[in-house]
């Protein structure tokens, strides 16, 4: 049982490049979540999916897409990385709504954008 | 005014020690609080759920005083493995859960 992978580890882009984060749960859970960490900053919500086949906004959507077409991945896109995308992105599941099930979060991907 | 508030440290504590942190929400409404802890470039993990009557677990107390909007973390008998960085949760509305930006705490032999 490995909870939440996330994939890749680190990475490095130059700006306008492109690139996906991938995110693989195995506890069968249905709401799927993104989520920044900058310094001095709380995590903050990039999108999310209450399932299979759905996706929302969280609070800092714009420059960011994201398809959740199974159940157990949700996928992150950044179309044209900018400096400003520099973080590190945390995928997380929940097996209910955020408000009574805790957040089970993946190792995090560190990127930079040059 | 920041949604949720929270002393960055660090607390510099000594083995054995109590400490307390406190984090201060804006939003009335809020209805679930919960405490997370993050060790240095790791995930965050739930520590506990705050419920309204308070609770326990083992070394750890969680209190919420909504008339103050604040919550409470109290550890007791404070252990090196305790150092980290706790981050206080809220959602203060559906599918909405706002994550202060934690409290450093140092734990030394």
């Known amino acids: 049982n490995a909870g939440v992978t996330q994939t890749p580890k680190f990475r490095v882009l130059k700006t306008g490049q492109s690139m996906t984060l991938l995110c693989a749960q195995d506890m069968n859970h249905e709401y799927m979540y993104w989520y920044r960490q900058d310094p001095g900053m709380g995590l903050r919500l990039i999108h999310y999916s209450v399932g299979e086949g759905t996706t929302a906004k969280g609070e800092v959507p714009d420059g960011y897409n994201v398809s959740r077409l199974k159940k157990q991945n949700f996928l992150l896109g950044l179309e044209s990385a900018a400096p400003s995308q520099t973080s590190v992105y945390f995928c997380?599941?929940?097996?209910?709504?955020?408000?009574?099930?805790?957040?089970?979060f993946g190792n995090g991907t560190r990127l930079t954008v040059t | 005014r920041k949604e949720v508030e929270q002393d960055p440290g660090p607390f510099n504590v000594p083995e054995g020690a109590t400490v307390a942190f406190n984090c201060t929400y804006s939003n009335s409404a809020s209805q679930s609080f919960f405490w997370y802890r993050q060790d240095c470039r790791k995930e965050p993990k739930l520590l506990m759920s705050?419920?309204?009557s308070g609770n326990e677990d083992g070394r750890f107390t969680a209190q919420l005083n909504r008339a103050s909007q604040y919550i409470s973390l109290l550890i007791r008998d404070s252990k090196l493995s305790d150092s980290a960085t706790y981050l206080c949760?809220?959602?203060?509305?559906?599918?909405?859960?706002?994550f202060g930006t934690g409290t450093r705490l140092l734990v030394s032999p």
């Open positions: 705050v419920y309204s």
């Open positions: 949760v809220v959602t203060p509305g559906f599918q909405k859960l706002v």
């Open positions: 997380a599941s929940s097996w209910g709504q955020l408000n009574n099930s805790p957040l089970h």
